[in-house]
Nanobody
Framework: QVQLVESGGGVVQAGGSLRLSCAAS????????VGWFRQAPGKEREFVAMFDWTGRLTYYADSVKGRFTISRDNAKNTVYLQMDSLKPEDTANYYC????????????????WGQGTQVTVSS
């Protein structure tokens, strides 16, 4: 079974930074897409950032482009989300996800999800 565990969330003032981690067990991310999503109270879950299944291309939501950076450490089987210049509107529960099958985009099929890590950005 695939398990994803997020960590690194917390409370930070606007303009600050946080780095989220997503540690995977059960398999590596090789040939599997992986991405970050977030959901704020009263809002729909939204896409934040992703690696395509090759692990070479990255994509970002317009709302975080230029501020967030997705990266990975293959040796640790961990994906990161570096969040800089945080804004109050970034406050949400952040999740990482990956498909059950290889060679598909996580934005079109996300089968495995972590428990989430809360990010709160104060004014």
């Amino acid at each position: 079974q695939v398990q994803l565990v997020e960590s690194g969330g917390g409370v930070v003032q606007a303009g600050g930074s946080l780095r989220l981690s997503c540690a995977a067990s059960g398999r590596t991310f090789s040939n599997y897409a992986v991405g970050w999503f977030r959901q704020a109270p009263g809002k729909e879950r939204e896409f934040v950032a992703m690696f395509d299944w090759t692990g070479r291309l990255t994509y970002y939501a317009d709302s975080v482009k230029g501020r967030f950076t997705i990266s990975r450490d293959n040796a640790k089987n961990t994906v990161y989300l570096q969040m800089d210049s945080l804004k109050p509107e970034d406050t949400a529960n952040y999740y990482c996800a990956t498909p059950k099958t290889p060679y598909v985009a996580v934005t079109t099929k996300a089968d495995y999800w972590g428990q989430g890590t809360q990010v709160t950005v104060s004014s």
